[in-house]
């Protein structure tokens, strides 16, 4: 049973995306949208960083920033706020883990930097998410990299350099690339 | 869109939540009329004394747990029957402050990416497409995990409501998502997608293409009514079988991409090491296995008296058909097959009761699912890859489905014997 399963997850696999290309629309219904309409509402950033916006900033006008609109909750550099602590290890002295489940929270263990531009951007912060400009997204994320010790205080922040940052936890998840259908282990694994 | 609407609206709204709060909260059907009265009547302050001597108050702040970037509903699954969650009582796990006040009206859900054809579909264009009807369970990833078992953390443990009620089933009702994708026109790179809600957190996850072509929905219905606003309010992504946060609410973009997007949920909250691979995170976990809890008796509740007692429960799998449910009152050593009792449909809660006549002597009674696939419940330490000494701790671990252990003493009270 299981395996032919399998089979069928592989052979649909194999065959969805064809039967898209296949196939015409059916029912027309929908309204198209102009290449200039999905600019204005496409910033959920891939790994790669391809939909990251022009801007810049660096980790000493994050600093501003974040004393402004982040430090309330998160604390004096991200270290001891009542919410989620978003520092471990110190600038030159990234954190190596293992991470604490009370850890998760910080840079340190994103694999990508550009996942804390992304949520930064649409989701922080709380009062008013989505009130930063780009070019204080930019900043904080560099302020937060350099209170990791991931960057240096005067890296520049931008569309090019954020997604070539090498987070220190990148291999510190399992399988290391997600895959679909995943290896024949119980589902519960 | 996330914060339009006045202060007092605003508040308005939040204190018709936390009356609906009472009602998720509540520990039984008196409870439920209670917090449907309060909230009829616009009531900001839901009713919580009780006149049978039992702190509903406590309950009540257990069950709806508020902060700044969270709302935690609990399903009381000891208290109902059958295997449909009525909407006002499904567990909600919330990643922000409050609920979004979406205009459905002016709702529009966007899909872009790898595709031939962008759209915009409206409310509108959604209903008019072909739309199914379909029973399934939603349960959250962490759902039933050691830290919530009470040892170390007082807003948990007994009754089952705090320990596995973050599951729920539903008769939801909306537009297979393939039929969207086939109107936009997927191209041959686009492998996966990701989608995004219009909650305060843009709550965002990224799905496999396959699955998305397979069974998923972009639900606007939910057992007969559009669904609730702390349920996605007007659409969600209905993802069968899998873990809850796949299926994304207040849907409004998905783009078609040709890889995985972590997005900070998925690559952080939703990722558990595992010492089974070096205190390695696990990540991107799909379908729940074959699960089971019994839910009366159970931890909190006393038994009635000894003699006939009926053992009822709910069991589920995300690989499809619940094939069998065993159950056993001395702790595992023996097992019997229960009763499944209809509809037994793929991906939902199923209902099985157990003849049991208590000898007023001390037993320990746990349950076991065996799925379509084959696959049976595991114990905690297969569960969670630990050895059977370590998984004694109640650490924290997610994706949970190991089998659920109540212990019944000589004066009829019952705990929970998964860590003791």
Known sequence: MRCSLSLLTSVMILSAPAVGLAQSPKFNVGTPLSQEEILGFDFMIGPEGKELPAGRGTAKEGAVVFAKRCEVCHGQNGERGVLRRLVLGSPGKPYGGPFKENEKDSVAYYPYATIAWDYINRAMPVPKPGSLTHDEVYAVVAFLLYRNGIIQETDVMDAKSLPKVEMPNRNGFVPAVPVYPPEPKPSWW | MDSSGSGRRRFLKHAAALAGVGVGAGVGAEWAARGQSAKAEGAAKPEVQAKDGNDHRE??????????????????????????????????????????????????????????????????????????????????????????????????????????????????????????????????????????????????????????????????????????????????????????????????????????????????????????????????????????????????????????????????????????????????????????????????????????????????????????????????????????????????????????????????????????
């Not at chain 2, 000898?359 to 905690?380: F, H, I, K, Y």
């Open chain 2, 59 to 420: 309950l009540l702040r257990r069950g709806a747990r508020f902060s700044v970037d969270h709302i935690t509903y609990y399903t009381p699954l000891q208290d109902y029957a059958g295997i449909i969650t009525p909407a006002q009582l499904h567990f909600v796990q919330y990643h922000a402050s409050h609920f979004p006040d979406i205009d459905a009206q002016q709702h529009r859900l966007t899909i872009h990416g790898m595709v031939d054809r962008p759209l915009s579909f409206s409310m509108d264009d959604l209903k008019r497409l072909p739309s199914v009807t379909r029973i399934h369970f939603l349960e959250c990833h962490a759902n039933s995990s050691p830290m919530i078992h009470g040892a170390g953390n007082p807003n948990m443990g007994p009754p089952v409501q705090y320990v596995h009620g973050m599951t729920s089933c539903s008769e939801w009702t909306g537009v297979p998502l393939s039929v969207l994708l086939n109107e936009v026109g997927v191209q041959k790179e686009g492998t996966w997608l990701v989608s995004e809600g219009a909650d305060p957190g843009k709550f965002s996850h990224t799905l496999p293409m396959a699955k998305a072509m397979e069974d998923v929905l972009v639900a606007y219905g939910q057992n007969g009514e559009p669904l609730r606003v702390e349920q996605g309010y007007p659409i969600r992504l209905l993802v069968p079988g899998w873990e809850a946060p796949f299926s994304v609410k207040y849907l409004r973009h998905i783009k078609v991409v040709d890889q995985p997007y972590h997005a900070w949920n998925e690559a952080m909250n939703h990722s558990v090491a595992r010492p089974d691979v070096g205190g390695k995170a696990r990540w991107y976990h799909y379908q729940f296995g074959p699960k089971s809890v019994i839910t009366r008796p159970s931890a909190g509740l006393k038994m009635p008296g000894r003699g006939y007692v009926q053992i009822t429960g709910l069991a589920w799998s995300g690989g499809g058909v619940v094939k069998k449910v065993d159950v056993s009152t001395d702790g595992g050593k023996t097992w019997k097959e229960a009763k499944l009792q209809g509809p037994v449909v793929p991906r939902a809660h199923t209902r099985f009761t157990f003849d049991w006549a208590w000898n007023g002597e001390e037993a320990v009674l746990m349950s076991r699912c065996t799925d379509e696939l084959g696959e049976v419940q595991p114990s905690r330490a297969e569960n969670w890859g630990f050895s059977d000494e370590e998984s004694k701790k109640p650490q924290r671990s997610i994706h949970t489905n190991a089998m659920q252990p109540w212990r019944v003493a000589r004066d009829g009270s019952i705990t929970d014997a998964m860590f003791s």
